[in-house]
Structure formats: C-alpha cells, structure tokens
C-alpha cells in the first residue's frame, strides 16, 4: 500500500513538473521577443523535457502540447 501511495505520488510531481514546463513554454512563445527559429527551438527544448518525464509518449505530446504551441505560433507569426 506505501509504495502504491509513493508511486502516486512520484507520478503526481511529475506532472506538476510537466504543467508547469508546458504553461511556462505557452507563456515564453506569447511574450517574448523570439523569432520563429528561436520558437521553434522552444517547443522542441519542451518536447525534450516532457519526453525526459514520460518516455515513449511524444505522440502524446504532439496531440495535445503540440497543437497547442502551433496554434500560439500561426497568431503570433502569423502562418499559415
């Protein structure tokens, strides 16, 4: 029952820490001064880091921090 608790626990940090490297991402990409490069690189640093968390879950990643960071990229770059 205490290790079950532990691992819960552990897995509970782990997303803390992914929530927040993700929100902090989504803020970086709205105001800072970046150029699409450097936003580019980013989202890639972040992938990096949620894939450092959670292995084997990058499509995961892609289905829903990707989109996201796509969507904050084509406002404020303006792609198509």
């Given at each position: 029952?205490k290790?079950?608790?532990?691992?819960?626990?552990?897995?509970?940090?782990?997303?803390?820490?992914?929530?927040?490297?993700?929100?902090?991402?989504?803020?970086?990409?709205?105001?800072?001064?970046?150029?699409?490069d450097e936003?580019?690189?980013?989202?890639?640093?972040?992938?990096?880091?949620?894939?450092?968390?959670?292995?084997?879950?990058?499509?995961?990643?892609?289905?829903?921090?990707?989109?996201?960071?796509?969507?904050?990229?084509?406002?404020?770059?303006?792609?198509?």
């Amino acid at each position: 029952m205490k290790q079950d608790s532990e691992a819960v626990a552990a897995e509970e940090i782990k997303l803390r820490r992914l929530r927040f490297a993700m929100d902090l991402t989504a803020a970086l990409l709205r105001q800072a001064e970046l150029t699409l490069d450097e936003a580019r690189e980013v989202v890639a640093h972040a992938k990096t880091t949620a894939l450092e968390l959670f292995p084997d879950k990058g499509e995961t990643f892609d289905l829903i921090y990707g989109s996201r960071f796509r969507r904050i990229l084509v406002e404020r770059y303006r792609l198509t």
